[in-house]
């Protein structure tokens, strides 16, 4: 499989990268489903019973599959932070420390956005990743990096691809009980995006509605995928969202 004649329209993004960045996660995917066993840790029988009798109305072996979904649903979620991490770091100006990780997952050295400055980030994949004493080591460790000659005069941001309430965001980010720090900030994915394409206001939701094309060119053109590139519902939960 390859890249598509004219590609995919992103001026923000190179083609290779993108294509490359969904390889990964693909192969990622296709590496959980093949190892996905419902029985790797103690399944509680009491839990399964319940859960088919009351929830999901399954039998035991349909419950097993959607036992085995799951599995193959947290490496999927693993799988979408390290791509979208990937592709920020494609993004003009962005350097991603990738998968084996740095001191922040991401940089961008030249001055970035209305504050101007050079930019570390973390990235996490929705509001809701980390409980309340993840949130505040983190911040800690923003503050910390931010008194180092290295750090002079940068922006410490917690990116969000999901952010808790749509249409953008740039606020000064501190988790409950502490202080408000102006050079720590909470962004949304598509604030990133916006600025990284020189001010597409939707650069994020072209990037998305790019993707069931390019999902077509790395494994095959399926029904099931061409499905996807067809049904507005998915851009709908996306509108919904970002």
């Known amino acids: 499989m390859s890249i598509r004649q004219g590609g995919y329209g992103l001026g923000f993004l190179n083609d290779q990268d993108l294509y490359d960045a969904v390889k990964g996660l693909v192969a990622r995917v296709d590496a959980a489903v093949n190892e996905a066993?419902?029985?790797k840790n103690v399944i509680d029988p009491f839990s399964a019973l319940f859960e088919s009798g009351l929830?999901?109305?399954?039998?035991?072996?349909?419950?097993?599959g959607v036992e085995r979904s799951r599995q193959v649903g947290k490496s999927l979620a693993n799988a979408i932070g390290d791509f979208h991490q990937e592709l920020i770091g494609k993004l003009p100006g962005w350097k991603s420390t990738g998968k084996s990780g740095g001191v922040v997952d991401l940089v961008h050295e030249a001055p970035?956005?209305?504050?101007?400055?050079?930019v570390m980030a973390e990235l996490k994949n929705k509001f809701n990743t980390m409980n309340s004493s993840s949130a505040e080591a983190l911040h800690s460790r923003f503050q910390d990096?931010?008194?180092?000659?290295?750090?002079?005069?940068?922006?410490a941001?917690?990116?969000?691809?999901?952010?808790?309430?749509?249409?953008?965001?740039?606020?000064?980010?501190?988790?409950?009980?502490?202080?408000?720090?102006?050079?720590?900030?909470?962004?949304?994915a598509a604030t990133i995006y916006k600025v990284s394409s020189?001010?597409?206001?939707?650069?994020?939701?072209?990037?998305?509605?790019?993707?069931?094309?390019?999902?077509q060119d790395v494994c095959g053109a399926s029904p099931d995928l061409l499905v996807l590139e067809q049904d507005p519902g998915f851009r709908r939960l996306f509108d919904k969202a970002i």
């Not at 931010?146 to 922006?155: A, E, I, N, R, V």
């Not at 941001?157 to 900030?185: C, F, N, Q, Y």
């Not at 509605?209 to 999902?215: G, S």
């Open 55 to 64: 929830v999901v109305g399954l039998n035991s072996n349909e419950w097993l």
């Open 198 to 215: 020189g001010g597409q206001a939707d650069a994020f939701g072209a990037l998305f509605d790019a993707l069931p094309r390019v999902l």
């Open 145 to 155: 990096l931010l008194k180092l000659p290295l750090y002079k005069g940068y922006t």
């Open 112 to 118: 970035f956005g209305e504050r101007a400055t050079p």
């Open 157 to 188: 941001v917690l990116i969000e691809v999901i952010p808790r309430k749509k249409g953008g965001s740039d606020t000064p980010w501190a988790p409950s009980g502490r202080g408000v720090v102006e050079r720590i900030r909470r962004v949304d």
């Open 37 to 39: 066993d419902p029985h």
